[in-house]
């Protein structure tokens, strides 16, 4: 019997980061779970020697620039007639180009798009719903819409936002479905990681992102720190650290001298080993971004059996119903410094009892990717 041959293309590179996440997740799955051979084009690294992710091939171009891009339509179409699943991310233009050159290239298979939504908004208007679209953009969408075979979207609150917009019914059509975002376990058999129980975990808070950017809101995270009596707790600051916010990090030290020991910026993590021995360690995890469409970090610290406490962004109220944590809608630190300090100020015992003792499994790709109705639907004949 013939493979099945599962092509990712993207209007941006795929680099390592991605293989990680949704873009490189999902073709891996599929040649795990049901023997895909899966195919990501245009990955982008440094390391030209690189051929493959695990079981998935990668194909690479010499160009850059908009040649590219147009290179990315043409290997569609001439790619059609050997693929049996398209897999696209996002309401673009570029999906749109990609979708219409697989048909006409003679692709018989089916058209996956994975919405990672995004703001798509002017002056806080949706522009997802109709009657805010302008001319052009309601061509765009009239001609998009029918072409996939079916999309799943991240999260429940970007669901209920799709109920009423111009593809809400989609979902009475059974084209549109939720798929969260999974953790690969395989990361931690590939670095012989084994995940704590809270019994054994040791009194961290830890966030990962990219420290200084303005989504991140990082401002927030210092100024709760420097209300909060740490005690005996230490706090790691994980990921790549913007120029212009390396003078807030001193400012921040001047103003808590006493933090000195307790605070530590660690930099950028790209070993995976090193960076899941942090969650794996910590007890608390929080995000204080000011807009996240998922946040692929709540998932990680979820599944690693870390209390989250995070605003009101991305998967934050889903995935807590399988752990445990505290979500606020306001951007301000009050709200924060008081869950955040009645975690410090709980003994031994009540922090052992954070977190319940299951084994997450429903937050891990393998179950999501076999348990969705949508991504069956992809599977049937």
């Known amino acids: ?41 245009d990955y982008m690294d440094d390391n030209d020697r690189i051929k493959s992710f695990r079981s998935v091939s990668l194909h690479r171009y010499k160009y850059q620039g908009i040649f590219k891009n147009c290179l990315k339509i043409l290997s569609v179409f001439t790619h059609a007639h050997k693929v049996d699943l398209l897999y696209l991310l996002q309401i ?47 061509v765009v969408h009239t001609l998009f819409k029918p072409l996939p075979t079916i999309y799943t979207v991240e999260t429940t609150l970007a669901y209920n936002r799709l109920k009423n917009s111009y593809y809400g019914n989609l979902i ?12 690969d376990t395989d990361i931690l058999v590939e670095n012989n990681i084994q995940r704590k129980g809270n019994v054994d975990k040791e009194k961290i808070i830890i966030t990962v992102g990219r420290i200084g950017s ?12 420097s209300n909060v009596d740490l005690k005996d707790w230490k706090v790691y600051i994980i990921g790549p650290i913007e120029k212009s916010f390396l003078g807030k990090m001193d400012d921040f030290y ?3 001298p006493t933090k000195k020991d307790s605070v530590t910026f660690t930099g950028d993590i790209t ?9 794996n360690k910590s007890r608390v995890f929080m995000l204080t971004s000011r807009f996240e469409s998922y946040a692929f970090v709540l998932t990680e610290a979820a599944y690693m059996n870390n209390y989250v406490i995070s ?5 934050a109220r889903d995935l807590i119903k399988t752990t445990s944590g505290y979500i606020s809608d306001e951007h ?4 924060f410094v008081l869950e955040l300090q009645r975690i410090i100020d709980l003994d031994d015992d009540k922090l052992n009892e954070l977190i319940p003792d299951t084994d997450k499994k429903e937050l891990t790709w393998e179950w999501i990717l076999k348990n969705n109705k949508g991504i069956q639907m992809l599977l049937n004949e």
Not at 214 to 225: M, Q, V
Not at 332 to 335: D, L, Q, S, V
Request: proline fraction near 5%; glycine fraction near 6%.
């Open 1 to 41: 019997m013939n493979k099945k041959t599962l092509y990712l293309s993207f209007s941006l590179p795929i680099t390592t980061v991605h293989l990680y996440k949704e873009p490189g997740e999902i073709p891996y799955y599929f040649n795990k779970l049901y023997n895909y051979n899966s195919i990501i084009d």
């Open 92 to 138: 673009t233009p570029d999906s749109m180009f990609k979708m219409l050159a697989y048909r006409l290239g003679g692709g018989k298979g089916k058209i996956y798009l994975k919405l990672d939504l995004g703001l798509y908004e002017k002056n806080g208007v949706d522009l997802l719903v109709w009657k805010n679209m302008s001319y052009l953009l309601k």
């Open 172 to 183: 009475a059509d059974n084209k549109l479905y939720l798929l969260p975002n999974g953790f």
């Open 214 to 225: 303005y989504l991140k809101n990082t401002e927030l995270l210092l100024d709760i720190i």
């Open 254 to 256: 001047a103003q808590n």
């Open 271 to 279: 070993d995976k080993k090193i960076l899941f021995e942090y969650y």
């Open 311 to 315: 605003t009101d962004v991305g998967a």
């Open 332 to 335: 301000k630190k009050e709200p």
